[in-house]
């Protein structure tokens, strides 16, 4: 078949799924040239695709609990093109989200002054994770001079495994703590953005500013659920080597998890119970 005969058979199945009758239906909007629906608009927590059920209220009710892939229909032994279409379309945005950089225009847009740790490059910072964990002595000195000298809380942002991450949920977020923390008189850097960086960076940058408190707003690995996942790694006094127990984790922050703006002003209590008790991670008392 001609890609024109291919991108046809693809739009009448969609165009298709929008018959009455779909617990949701594909966004209603004309295909003009090159433009088809968006299969990626389609909530999956309220998408049903079993044909004649039993009980299609009750199981709708379960799937808003979960957006995993249950109630997807089939077509003799085989997933529905829609299913397969979905499937790829979140495989490649996971994709997207780990082999993509962080825009030089998104780190401009935020003010960022962006730092490297020693990885050259994505393909080095996959396949090397060490190296994502430190900094050269030139650029540790740099980020020690972009803290003002008295800092308790250093805040930065990381890409890690997802820049979609970054992209989706920094905006919303770093104002919530910088206004919370500096509220609560707490003094705070402006953050900065590290590239090709991994959680134990904050180890570095806790000891070279002896900052309290270290938040590393970092992206996640991404999955097939979503690809802009984002967590915050917390830590009272970082120091290299430490144990992984002594940091504190708020993860799954996204728009189908916990929005960014409720996380924000979840992070400034966790850090201001942090500063009073002396303590994180598992020595942290909640």
């Not at 970092?218 to 802009?228: H, I, W």
Request: aromatic fraction near 6%; charge should be negative.
């Amino acid at each position: 078949m001609t890609e024109q005969q291919i991108r046809a058979v693809v739009e009448q199945v969609l165009r298709q799924l929008q018959q009455e009758g779909k617990p949701q239906a594909l966004p209603k909007q004309e295909a003009s040239g090159d433009a088809l629906p968006d299969i990626m608009a389609v909530d999956l927590r309220r998408q049903y695709l079993v044909e004649h059920p039993h009980d299609q209220a009750a199981f709708l009710a379960m799937k808003e609990r979960t957006p995993a892939r249950i109630g997807v229909g089939h077509a003799g032994a085989r997933y529905r093109t829609e299913t397969m279409l979905r499937f790829q379309a979140d495989h490649a945005a996971a994709q997207d989200a780990v082999f993509s950089d962080v825009p030089d225009e998104f780190l401009q847009q935020m003010g960022w002054t962006a730092f490297q740790t020693t990885c050259e490059n994505r393909e080095e910072f996959l396949t090397r994770p060490d190296k994502g964990r430190v900094f050269s002595a030139d650029t540790l000195q740099k980020i020690k001079a972009a803290v003002p000298a008295g800092t308790q809380v250093v805040l930065y942002v990381a890409d890690g495994l997802s820049s979609s991450a970054v992209h989706a949920n920094a905006a919303n977020i770093l104002p919530v703590i910088l206004e919370g923390l500096r509220g609560a008189g707490l003094k705070v850097n402006d953050p900065f953005f590290v590239r090709f960086g991994r959680v134990a960076t904050q180890d570095q940058i806790g000891e070279a500013t002896g900052a309290d408190v270290v938040c590393v707003l970092l992206g996640e690995r991404p999955g097939l659920v979503t690809a802009e996942s984002m967590s915050a790694y917390i830590a009272y006094r970082p120091t290299v080597g430490m144990a992984e127990s002594r940091r504190t984790v708020l993860a799954n922050i996204h728009r189908g998890g916990t929005p960014a703006v409720e996380a924000g002003a979840h992070i400034v209590d966790l850090i201001q119970l942090m500063l009073e008790k002396k303590a994180s991670g598992t020595d942290l008392p909640i």
